[in-house]
């Protein structure tokens, strides 16, 4: 068994920044459409007043990432919008979650 080489601190804080800029457009492009936040705010039981108490959390980053892989269509709008791949928005809700997980 390998063991895990540990990621420099410097190159961890990159990515989750990197991958806080993900999720924050995603919820721009969300917010720019009712017909996109709407179900994210149901889905979520958050009402548009809770969005800015909750947006610095990374479960919330995780939770909204979440509903966007779900939601093929809203993805590839995103990504296409965004001009990132797909993929991005996947490991940036990896990073998300594991930085969650650290308490970071």
């Known amino acids: ?21 993900v999720s924050l457009g995603a919820l721009g492009f969300l917010a720019g459409d009712p017909e996109r936040i709407g179900p994210f705010l149901a889905e979520s039981g958050l009402s548009p007043a809770d969005l800015r108490g909750v947006a610095g959390s990374a479960a919330f980053h995780v939770a909204l990432l979440d509903f966007l892989i ?35």
């Open 1 to 21: 068994m390998q063991s895990r080489k540990s990621t420099p601190k410097s190159t961890r804080l990159s990515s989750q920044r990197a991958a806080r800029e």
């Open 70 to 104: 779900n939601r093929q269509d809203l993805l590839i709008a995103y990504a296409e919008q965004a001009k990132i791949e797909p993929g991005h928005v996947v490991a940036a809700r990896e990073i998300l979650a594991h930085a969650d997980m650290a308490g970071d």
